[in-house]
Each structure stands twice: as structure tokens, then as C-alpha cells.
């Protein structure tokens, strides 16, 4: 009976998880408001403008939605054997490097945040890692040796790995982000959005309990659901079936403290292993997993001091009231208020801002 309830947790959680992650795409503009070529330029949110979201955010993987160009400069989408996104190259680049971007587990490649930086005078790098025709369907078992496609594509293109790369990742993005700092030596700087501390459970509607990374054909070691507590799981599930709003973070929190020591250190991404500067963003009322905690996690083992940014109140995305309706589905919990998201999103794109700056010279210096 307990084998069978696992299966039934393991079911209902990847089937709606990925249910839900769609709905991320109607909030993934959050993170992508335009960013001016100046430190010290404003952010506008939502509340202060009637914000429509493009297109393409609703329907990411259309790539017929995205524009070719922006105001003061080009953008190509770029595939390779496993590489997919877009290259975004101002017509005078202003900053030296690059910076590479990913999403989260709502599939898309961030293709605002990354116009918002081009515009300010960067090279950027927009990508996909699962979801496209030559790329895993589902976020599970993603070879991270992509990357070294990235990395070649721009040296091919007159990139030079003697200026800084800079790699940004948001919730699964910031999971697969740390992943490759820990791999890639080219990765000079990693700016992590609610990131993860461990290596969890792939989504993927076959109900399979899979890694969500491989690496020379192996699977990482990972969190499975089936490592929360059976209360915990079942509770999830009652609420899942009651109607009452969901949230995922008691699941995901479960998965951790439910771990024996060994095996949990055996789950976690060793960002000793990456020797560059991290700079990590966090709410600690985050509904959907533990991104607070294991900023902390993060920053323990970190080789170098992490700069982290923990918002008081804010929640997984900082935007909104912390619920976000579902057709069909009901209510799923992200965490935060109103004001605190708000605050939280104020600041974080203005320390954004300057600390990439800071990190990439610009090229009249």
C-alpha cells in the first residue's frame, strides 16, 4: 500500500507540476522588465503601467512570435546538435563578455530580460534547454554538455573566453545555471533567481521518477518526490483534491530534511567546485520550494562570499499577491504580498544592475 501511494504522489505531482509551470509564463515578464544602459536607471513594473505580455511568452517555443531586431541592434536564433535560443548582439557593444540566460521550468528563454540587457549594450544569449525538436521534450534528463555548444558558438562568432561570462538562471534555470558553474570553467560570474541548492526530480508526464540533468550520459544524483515524508505527500495530495489553493514548498522542503545526511550531500550541487563570483536573489515566503533556504545552502559551501539578496515577505516570483488563478485547476500558492513583491522586484533589479555592471567592463575603459 505505501509502494502504491508513492506512485500515486509521484503521479499527481509531476502531472500537475507541469500543469501549473505553464501558468509561470503569464508571470515570466517579472523578470524581464527592460533594462536601461545606465546603473542607476528605474524599473517599471506592472502596477505602474498596463502591461500586455508578448506573444511569444505565452507561446515560447513559436519561434515565428519573436522579433528579429530590437532598438539598437539584431537578433538570430542560433541551433545547434542540442542548442537552441537566441543570439542578441547590439549594434554597439558597450560591455565586455557575455551574458547567457535561462529560464525556469516554464519553458521559456527569458527573451525579454535578455532584449533588456542587449539593449543596454551587451552581447547576450537567450536559450532554451528543453521543450524545442532537437532538444529533451520535457525538463528531464538534459545534457548539460550543451553548454560547450554555447561556449563555441560564441568564440565562432568573436567571442573571447578571456572576458567575463556571466550565466543567469531563474528557479530550474538557476538549478541547471549552478550546475554548469560547477562544470565550466569559462563561467566567470552566476546570478541564481530562487535557485536550488540540490539536484531535484525531472517533470515529465510519462510519471517516471527521472534526474532532470545527465552529464557524459549519466543521471545526477537528485531529490526525488519519493524522498518527502508520506505525510507530507498525502497532505499535498488532500489539497490537491479539496480545492484549497496548492502550494509545492512543504513537498520540496520535506525532501530535504527527510534525507539522511549521506545522501543528501550526495544531491547537492557543489558550488565549491565553482571558483567564480555568484550573486543569488531569494524571498523567504517562496511557496513554490525552499529558494531562501537553500540561497543559504548556496553561500555556506560557496568558495568565494556570495552576495545574497533574501526579500522579507516576497515570494517565489516577485510580482503579485502570491496566488495565481488556473483555469480548471483552482489557486497555486508562489508566496508574497503585493507590496513585498514589489519592493523585492524594485531592488532586485536595481542590484541586478549594478552588479553586472560591475562585473563586465566596458569597452572604452
Not at 524599473?43 to 530590437?70: G, I
Not at 531563474?170 to 550546475?179: D, P, Q, W
Amino acid at each position: 500500500m505505501k509502494k502504491s501511494s508513492n506512485v500515486l504522489s509521484l503521479a499527481a505531482i509531476s502531472i500537475l507540476l507541469l500543469i501549473l509551470n505553464i501558468a509561470f509564463m503569464s508571470v515570466a515578464p517579472v523578470y524581464a522588465s527592460e533594462v536601461e544602459s545606465e546603473s542607476e536607471s528605474q524599473v517599471t513594473t506592472d502596477e505602474e503601467q498596463d502591461y500586455q505580455p508578448a506573444p511569444y511568452v505565452l507561446n515560447p517555443r513559436d519561434l515565428s512570435l519573436y522579433p528579429t531586431e530590437f532598438e539598437g541592434g539584431t537578433i538570430e536564433h542560433i541551433e545547434g546538435d542540442y542548442m537552441n535560443g537566441f543570439h542578441m548582439i547590439p549594434d554597439e557593444k558597450l560591455y565586455e563578455g557575455t551574458i547567457i540566460i535561462f529560464g525556469g521550468s516554464e519553458g521559456t528563454p527569458q527573451f525579454d530580460l535578455g532584449v533588456g540587457f542587449a539593449s543596454a549594450g551587451y552581447e547576450v544569449f537567450s536559450m532554451f534547454f528543453f521543450g524545442m525538436e532537437n532538444q529533451q521534450p520535457e525538463l528531464a534528463e538534459v545534457p548539460l554538455e550543451f553548454f560547450q555548444e554555447i561556449l563555441d558558438y560564441y568564440q565562432e562568432n568573436g567571442g573571447s573566453l578571456d572576458e567575463p561570462i556571466t550565466v543567469y538562471g531563474a528557479s530550474k534555470g538557476a538549478e541547471l545555471a549552478l550546475n554548469l558553474g560547477t562544470l565550466y570553467e569559462e563561467i566567470d560570474n552566476l546570478v541564481l533567481m530562487a535557485p536550488s541548492a540540490y539536484n531535484y526530480f525531472g517533470l515529465n508526464m510519462a510519471q517516471e521518477d527521472l534526474s532532470s540533468w545527465t552529464y557524459e550520459g549519466q543521471p545526477l544524483p537528485f531529490l526525488s518526490v519519493t524522498n518527502a515524508t508520506e505525510e507530507v505527500r498525502q497532505e499535498f495530495l488532500n489539497t490537491m483534491q479539496s480545492g484549497k489553493p496548492i502550494a509545492y514548498v512543504d513537498v520540496y522542503e520535506s525532501a530535504i530534511t527527510n534525507t539522511e545526511e549521506d545522501e543528501l550531500e550526495e544531491k547537492r550541487i557543489k558550488v565549491e567546485d565553482f571558483d567564480g563570483e555568484l550573486l543569488i536573489f531569494a524571498g523567504n515566503d517562496d511557496q513554490l520550494w525552499p529558494s531562501a533556504l537553500m540561497a543559504e545552502v548556496i553561500a555556506e559551501h560557496a568558495t568565494n562570499e556570495a552576495n545574497v539578496n533574501i526579500y522579507q515577505g516576497a515570494g517565489h516570483v516577485f510580482f503579485g499577491n502570491g496566488e495565481m488563478e488556473l483555469p480548471e485547476f483552482g489557486t497555486m500558492l508562489v508566496g508574497g504580498t503585493e507590496e513585498a513583491n514589489l519592493e523585492a522586484s524594485q531592488a532586485y533589479f536595481a542590484t541586478l544592475i549594478e552588479v553586472v555592471n560591475g562585473w563586465h567592463s566596458a569597452t572604452n575603459e
